[in-house]
Nanobody, 121 residues
Framework: VQLQASGGGSVQAGDSLRLSCASSGRTFSSYVMGWFRQAPGKEREFLAVISRDGWITQYADSVKGRFTISRDSAKDTVYLQMNRLKPEDTAVYLC???????????????WGQGTLVTVSS
């Protein structure tokens, strides 16, 4: 499966963005989908994950209550709605596909190329 993330940009603190991750192929519904981010000089950080049917979601404490993950199987796309953005949210955001719900980077088999989000104060 190939993943293409989009929707990043430069915003002010307090603004919102919605990231999209489109999947190619016909196997999107077979995968658990996750969002991660990586800031310069830092390790890749788990943000959110959604189960195949969309019923189960899990979030990192750092984004809980501000970010929402969702998926649209008709469009083979997973989204990350990000509200009340903070400067510390600045990073490259990556989507990933894997076989089961996981917060670990090694729990995912496929990765998109990432989209940059920059939040200024």
């Amino acid at each position: 499966v190939q993943l293409q993330a989009s929707g990043g940009g430069s915003v002010q603190a307090g603004d919102s963005l919605r990231l999209s991750c489109a999947s190619s192929g016909r196997t999107f519904s077979s995968y658990v989908m996750g969002w991660f981010r990586q800031a310069p000089g830092k390790e890749r950080e788990f943000l959110a994950v959604i189960s195949r049917d969309g019923w189960i979601t899990q979030y990192a404490d750092s984004v809980k209550g501000r970010f929402t993950i969702s998926r649209d199987s008709a469009k083979d796309t997973v989204y990350l709605q990000m509200n009340r953005l903070k400067p510390e949210d600045t990073a490259v955001y990556l989507c990933a596909a894997g076989p089961r719900v996981s917060t670990r980077t090694n729990g995912y088999d496929y990765w998109g190329q990432g989209t940059l989000v920059t939040v200024s104060s």
